[in-house]
Each structure stands twice: as structure tokens, then as C-alpha cells.
């Protein structure tokens, strides 16, 4: 089973700010099939970035998704008040689909 | 637009077995696509359950495969979850899901349903 570690925990930052949540693997992730969500309070999660880059439809170009390998990264150009959620990662290049423990977004 | 509904008990006795079903709508689930379940107990994190395929082809989590069966229900255009023996590490809010059309990465999502195991 791969392990995927996120880091930070719990970033606090202010809203217009930069931002990069990084997702490292166990093991190499078969043709980087990697995801990314969101999910707020109450939420269900929301599919921002599959395959590593490639956005989900109707997720505006803020998010962007990169990496290879073992070392994946989601970055949010600018983040807007409605970005302050918590975000997983997801592989699903093995047969046992596994996400990270999650990294909270949260307003400084 | 593809909607997901999860629906069964919100309580559930120790040792007994976890219910689910999720009804779609939308979408013709004979049409194609994978479905699955995941779940998140409270405050932590997500976890894979099962998946099937219209077609009736599944797979699991190993580490609860011994206790899960995942079902289709082409007619009725739903699945279901079933979890046998549970216990209070069960407890937790289920999301039914629809895979992408390679059945790989989560695209559709129901609101989820939390379920408690308690006596």
C-alpha cells in the first residue's frame, strides 16, 4: 500500500497569499495518478486536480497541480476566502486507493 | 448533472452489520463508470472502501475486504455497501462516489451520511 505523507499540517495564511501543500508517496506513483481535493466543513471533498496537473472542470486556473515520482505539490496562485478548507491528495496508481492525512488551509 | 444520495441507518449496534445504499440519479449507472464508497471518521481523514463496476466486477480495501461486500443494483439505478462486525472504529461519515471513466480518481460525490456504532 502506498503511504502518502501531506505537509504541513495546518498552514495559516492570509487571503491574496501564495501558496504550496506538498504530497509525497512511499513509493513511485504509477503514471502520477495523483488527485487533489478540497473539502470544507460539512462537505463532501471536491476533485480539484487529477492526473497531477490537469484541473477538474470548472476549477478556475488559481490551483494548479505538479510533480512526479514521490513528490507532488498543489499550489493556489492566490487564495480567495473561499479556498480556507482542507485539502488531500489521492493516488490511485496501485490497486489500493490511498489519500494523506490532509493539509488544513487555514485564515491568519 | 450527476447526483449521488447515500441512505440507511444512522445507528448501528456493535457487532452488526453497516447497511448503505447510494441511489443515482442523472446517469444510468448500466451505462458504464465505476462506483465506490470511502469513508471518514470524525475529524480525520479519508479512506477507501470498495468499488464496482456496472458489470458487477469489485474490488476492495484489503484491510476491510473480509468484512465488506459492495453490490449493484442496475434496475433500481443504485449500489450498496454492506460492513459486517462492526465496532465504535467504524463510526464515521460515508461517501458514496462515482469514478472517472477509467475508474480511477473520484469525480462525482454524494453529501455523505454519517454512521454511529454504539449500543
Known amino acids: 500500500e502506498i503511504v502518502l505523507t501531506q505537509s504541513p499540517g495546518t498552514l495559516s495564511l492570509s487571503p491574496g497569499e501564495r501558496v504550496t501543500l506538498s504530497c509525497r508517496a512511499s513509493?513511485?506513483?504509477?503514471?502520477?495518478?495523483l488527485a487533489w481535493y478540497q473539502q470544507k466543513p460539512g462537505q463532501a471533498p471536491r476533485l480539484l486536480i487529477h492526473?497531477?496537473?490537469s484541473r477538474a472542470t470548472g476549477i478556475p486556473d488559481r490551483f494548479s497541480g505538479s510533480g512526479s515520482g514521490t513528490d507532488f505539490s498543489l499550489t493556489i496562485s492566490r487564495l480567495e476566502p473561499g479556498d480556507f478548507a482542507v485539502y488531500y491528495c489521492?493516488?490511485?496508481?496501485?490497486?489500493?486507493?490511498?489519500f494523506g492525512q490532509g493539509t488544513k488551509l487555514e485564515i491568519k | 448533472q450527476v447526483q449521488l444520495q447515500e441512505s440507511g441507518p444512522g445507528l448501528v449496534k456493535p457487532s452488526e452489520t453497516l447497511s448503505l445504499t447510494c441511489g443515482v440519479s442523472?446517469?444510468?449507472?448500466?451505462?458504464?463508470?465505476?462506483w465506490g464508497w470511502v469513508r471518514q471518521p470524525p475529524g480525520e481523514g479519508l479512506e477507501w472502501i470498495a468499488t464496482?463496476?456496472?458489470?458487477?466486477?469489485?474490488y476492495y480495501n484489503p484491510s476491510l475486504k473480509s468484512r465488506v461486500t459492495i453490490s449493484v443494483d442496475t434496475s433500481n439505478n443504485q449500489f450498496s455497501l454492506n460492513l459486517t462486525s462492526v465496532t465504535a472504529a467504524d463510526t464515521a461519515v460515508f461517501y458514496c462516489?462515482?469514478?472517472?471513466?477509467?475508474?480511477?480518481?473520484?469525480?462525482?460525490w454524494g453529501q455523505g451520511t454519517l454512521v454511529t456504532v454504539s449500543s
Open positions: 462516489a462515482r469514478h472517472d471513466g477509467s475508474g480511477y480518481y473520484f469525480d462525482y
Open positions: 442523472g446517469y444510468s449507472i448500466s451505462s458504464g463508470y465505476w
Open positions: 464496482i463496476h456496472h458489470t458487477g466486477s469489485t
Open positions: 513509493q513511485s506513483v504509477n503514471n502520477n495518478y
Open positions: 492526473d497531477a496537473f
Open positions: 489521492q493516488q490511485y496508481g496501485s490497486s489500493v486507493y490511498t
